[in-house]
């Protein structure tokens, strides 16, 4: 599986994930999707964004993510969009 690295912009993830940070992720070519695990994907609403957020919950062929930083203004997340579609995500970090 190829390897994608990203690098975080913003404090949605904080504190696990920080401004400036890379990550490695791995590919999502539809290997199983977990509860508490990080995707890589593009916003719902803008293609040309990338996004990284936690999958919260997990309903059919649909992602409910949120961001890991405690203020709910910090991030735009499930709580602003709705659920993704599995073929937006784009990666799964390691």
């Known amino acids: ?3 994608l690295h990203v690098t975080i912009h ?11 940070q890379e990550i490695v992720s791995t590919s999502f ?3 199983e999707l977990r509860i508490g695990q990080i995707v890589v994907f593009r916003h719902p609403f803008d293609n040309e964004v990338i996004a990284v957020k ?4 997990i309903s059919d062929n649909q992602l409910f993510v949120e ?3 405690p203020d709910p203004t910090a991030s735009s997340d499930s ?5 993704i579609n599995f073929d ?3 990666a799964v970090v390691d």
């Open 29 to 31: 070519d539809g290997q």
């Open 1 to 3: 599986m190829e390897k």
């Open 67 to 69: 961001g890991d930083n």
């Open 10 to 20: 913003g404090d949605s993830m904080w504190p696990t994930l920080v401004n400036g």
């Open 88 to 90: 937006s995500v784009i």
């Open 79 to 83: 709580h602003n969009f709705g659920m």
């Open 54 to 57: 936690r999958i919260k919950a």
